[in-house]
């Protein structure tokens, strides 16, 4: 059954303000996997564009604009939307079905608690600490720095807002420590070392290579 346009254009408008919301890693196969979405459904008249942190779509004579601060999506979430494609695409599910998953992707809550997420950034901060120096004193100081910025960013989970300052908080907090653990004579060397593994979370590598190869390409 093919669906109605009102339901083709609810489809497409979670869908891409999903894939916004998610385009932390660039925007390159955006534009191509909606009108895909679009064909499935019968629909080849849709014009869609995404920037960073916007997007324009236009299904018949309806135009939607969208904004949002892009994210890096949980994996998990990223496999249920692949699955949620490919039955698309099989036929397996209708646009309303479709639209009905995205939603309940969309509001589902994180896969790992806060405790488990906050040890994953303390973690990941011991194990880049000591690719940057190899010593029981980085081990000990990223520990601490990063249960500090794993603080923050569960935080920001409950309060939104605070998202926005966490990079400026974070760094604060982390040379703050550290400087003081120095200016009391506690740690050995320079204290740059100590304070980069926590704060490495806050850089948006994989942002900023998406960016430069989507300049490229446009180019």
Known sequence: MTPSEAEVQRLLARLVDLLLTWSYEGTLQNE????????QCGRTDVQVTFLADAAVLTVGERTLSFAKQPIVPALDQ???LKRLLAD???????AAEATTRIEMLTASRPRWSAPTQILGLVLFAVGF????????????ISAITGLLVGLLVVA?????R??????????????AVVLELFEHGMIDGGPIQLIVPALFYFIPGDSITAAGLELSVAG
């Open 156 to 160: 920001g989970q409950r309060w939104p």
């Open 78 to 80: 990223v496999s249920q």
């Open 32 to 39: 191509s996997l909606v009108r895909t979405v679009a064909s």
């Open 88 to 94: 698309l695409g099989s036929g397996e599910l209708t």
């Open 129 to 140: 600490g000591i690719s940057v120096q190899a010593t029981w004193q980085e081990v000990g």
């Open 162 to 175: 605070l998202v926005l300052i966490s990079p400026f908080l974070a760094s604060v907090m982390v040379s």
